[in-house]
């Protein structure tokens, strides 16, 4: 569980994100694209998930891509090559379900970019025809634009203030996709707000859309029910039913809600973490 690469792909305007290269070799030799790890820093900390971004076998490692937003990733963040983590457990939840569907549309804003990059590769691999739009506030925030250009046919970049892409959202360019030419499978990955705005988008066209959520989650195997979500109008675990859902059938309202239930307590923690760092 060592740690052997760190960097860090953005540090700009209150955020900074890293990707790190972890050893964990059995780990890495059976996770695939849409799985998951709980990882724990050290041993008093919580247990928190973050998508597997990519493996290398020979190496017996795997990359994750985190952001610095709560206690437990600013402390995996500070963390340096040479030093281990307490425990890594994975890989969880569904795998998703790699075949030629024909042409396929990934959508990923934010960090969630770091998401769909594993399943732009196996999609391309398995012979889909394979567009990712990806977006970000401003350039300095986008990751993963070359890998995810490399992993795909067509690459569409959007930002909010123009300064990278094209000026506007995800969802206006997939608009235009669905418009000209609906593909056969979409699936998207980030913030509540925008997943739910591409599950409004793509609704009309009756396209099949897939959403990897990300609901709050401790225990990471079913026991806890933290991250329950209900999906068709059923009780779901977003652990071990999923992380990928259909997006049509999400209760949204129940999701953005219990996603704020810690906030408080977060912003608290990291107040403390800031004081004792000083």
């Known amino acids: 569980m060592k740690i052997t690469q760190k960097t860090v ?30 990882l724990m820093v ?31 990733t600013r402390l995996l963040g500070a963390m340096e090559p040479g030093q281990s983590l307490y425990s890594i457990v994975g890989p969880l939840g569904h795998a998703t379900e790699i075949r030629n569907y024909g042409k ?6 934010g960090v969630g970019i770091a998401e769909i990059y594993p399943v732009a590769r196996a999609m391309k691999e398995a012979g889909n025809h394979v567009t990712t739009i990806i977006g970000a506030r401003n350039k300095d925030l986008l990751i993963l634009a070359k890998e995810l250009g490399a992993a795909s046919h067509e690459l569409v970049v959007m930002s909010d203030d123009g300064s990278c892409g094209r000026q506007g959202f995800v969802t206006e360019a997939l608009k235009e996709l669905l418009v000209k030419t609906p593909p056969d499978l979409v699936y998207a990955v980030g913030p509540v707000p925008m ?9 009309p066209f009756g396209v099949k ?42 209760d949204w309202n129940e999701l953005m809600m219990r996603n704020r239930t810690y906030v408080e307590q977060e912003q608290h923690m990291c107040r403390l973490h800031s004081m004792g760092s000083r």
């Open 9 to 38: 792909l953005v540090e700009t305007q209150g955020v900074r994100i890293v990707r790190m290269s972890i050893v964990a070799p059995d780990i890495a030799r059976k996770a695939r694209a849409g799985q998951f790890v709980v």
């Open 42 to 72: 050290r041993e008093e900390g919580e247990r928190f998930p973050l998508t597997v971004a990519s493996t290398d076998l020979q190496a017996g490692t795997l990359d994750v891509i985190a952001q610095e937003a709560g206690t437990s």
């Open 104 to 109: 396929v549309v990934l959508v990923g804003g």
């Open 195 to 203: 997943m739910r705005a591409v599950a409004g988008v793509t609704g």
């Open 209 to 250: 859309t897939l959403l990897s959520l990300n609901p709050i989650m401790v225990d990471g195997t079913g026991m806890c029910g933290g991250c329950r979500v209900t999906v068709g109008g059923e009780v779901k675990f977003s652990c071990v039913d999923g992380p990928e859902f259909e997006a049509s059938q999400v």
